[in-house]
């Protein structure tokens, strides 16, 4: 009979510790808030996922509400997960608005998107707007996992200067704030974020040093090779899997630091990495999804471009900046173009959640034991109105969302009751966040 072995377990090396991701060997998972040791209760997680400039609603609102809707164009690559993805209109980030500051809805929407608190007009360093949903989580359960929350995406975070008409860059480029004065900025390197998922401790530098050299997984060989004894054939199998999926990643990160830079359209490009944009949200997403699955936290933010990104996209035949065709000014080939750019982050989307489904935990999927929020803080990127925004929530929550849905809300009904509602899930309950006035029903 195979011996249990803690949910706790790591691979250890010199300088490196592979977290695990959930084995036979540990044990039955149990239900969310069940009285299951805590050790192995099956941990829940929630990632926020934020795209710039609103959408076209036209092709992203289904006409239906309830189970039976028809995805429309933009969420059509949604597909395949489909009864895992719940369509939320009508929600409002309120405080996105000018309430009396005048311009500045781009640096707004983002700053309020998980916050529900009006962000300080200055470009300065006195900013200030609230905490976050994410980092409300991270304080309260962050001591159970190695990272309390992972914050990433495809562009860099500015903390100085002035890019939005008198708001600081933090606001535009920031999307998870530890306190109303402190933001977390993300990382944008797949080569940092891997490293701080799998490095640490003395001697970490020595294995950043040889990591062109050797894999991670050299480092902690003879740790897992007396952890696979131990297992049973499908554990062993598991496992296998868990460290390939390590190794590709490694393997194409070292492949895109070696490659060329490919040939930049005439427009100038946003800073950040100068590669294969498709291939970075999905490192990034593949790091998400270790990240989850091995347990390393059980919170992060992933946002796919800055706000007011003015990214082109030629590979999908789009070679106007993204926020010049945001003001469409109603122009059906620039709306065209705005659904071309929604929908190819929208398969992003479905990259990411079709790989969370793939993951077996127990009797559920990793899926089941998440809640994806994606969407943004602008809604008509003509109109800068944060009303009616673009959300979805994807995933079951342990069990504890009824999913496969567009409900409908009230009109102007905080986005802020939904960053409530899954604290809950996440047994991190507070009283409110920023302009919340209460949870969002008919979740369940």
Not at 201 to 218: E, F, K
Not at 356 to 377: F, H, P, Q, V, W
Request: glycine fraction near 8%.
């Amino acid at each position: 009979m195979t011996r249990l072995i803690s949910r706790r377990t790591v691979l250890q090396g010199l300088g490196a510790s592979i977290a695990l991701p959930w084995l036979e060997a540990m044990g039955p998972l149990s239900a969310w808030a069940s009285q299951a040791p805590a050790a192995n209760r099956t941990p829940m997680r929630m990632a926020f996922l934020y795209v710039p400039n609103g959408k076209n609603m036209v092709e992203w609102t289904p006409t239906a509400t309830g189970a039976d809707f028809t995805l429309p164009r933009i969420l059509q690559p949604l597909a395949e997960v489909r009864e895992y993805v719940s369509v939320l209109t009508g929600l409002t980030a309120d405080k996105a608005r000018p309430n009396g500051d005048g311009p500045g809805d781009h640096a707004r929407a983002m700053a309020a998107f998980l916050t529900g608190a009006q962000p300080r007009k200055t470009a300065g360093s006195d900013i200030r707007v609230g905490l976050s949903v994410d980092q409300a989580a991270a304080a309260r359960i962050g001591s159970q996992t190695r990272l309390p929350s992972l914050e990433i995406g495809a562009d860099p975070s500015a903390l100085a200067g002035n890019c939005d008409s008198g708001y600081s860059c933090a606001y535009s480029s920031t999307i998870s704030w530890r306190s109303a004065t402190q933001p977390m900025p993300k990382l944008n390197n797949p080569r940092q974020i891997f490293d701080r998922l799998f490095t640490s401790g003395p001697d970490a530098n020595r294995v950043r040093a040889d990591r062109n050299r050797r894999s991670i997984l050299d480092f902690v060989r003879e740790d897992a090779a007396g952890l696979q004894n131990r297992l049973g054939i499908n554990d062993r199998r598991k496992l296998e899997e868990y460290l390939g999926a390590i190794r590709d990643i490694e393997q194409r990160i070292e492949r895109a630091a070696r490659l060329p830079e490919p040939r930049r359209p005439n427009l100038t490009l946003p800073t950040g990495i100068p590669r294969d944009y498709q291939e970075h949200l999905r490192l990034l997403a593949d790091l998400l999804v270790l990240a989850f699955q091995a347990d390393i936290t059980r919170v992060s933010t992933f946002v796919f471009a800055n706000e007011g990104s003015n990214k082109p996209y030629p590979f999908i035949e789009v070679r106007e900046g993204h926020h010049d065709l945001s003001h469409h000014g109603n122009d059906r080939t620039k709306l065209q173009k705005i659904g071309t750019i929604n929908r190819f982050h929208v398969t992003q989307l479905a990259y990411l959640l079709n790989r969370l489904k793939n993951i077996r935990e127990g009797d559920r999927t990793l899926l089941d034991n998440c809640m994806i929020a994606y969407g943004s803080g602008n809604s008509d990127g003509n109109r800068h109105n944060h009303d009616d925004l673009p959300i979805l929530l994807c995933g079951r929550g342990s069990g504890t969302i009824r999913s496969g849905r567009h409900v409908r809300y009230a009109r102007n009904t905080p986005l802020n009751n939904l960053w409530l509602s899954m604290l809950d899930r996440m047994g991190t309950r507070v009283d409110r966040l920023g302009d919340s006035t209460g949870r969002l029903g008919e979740l369940t």
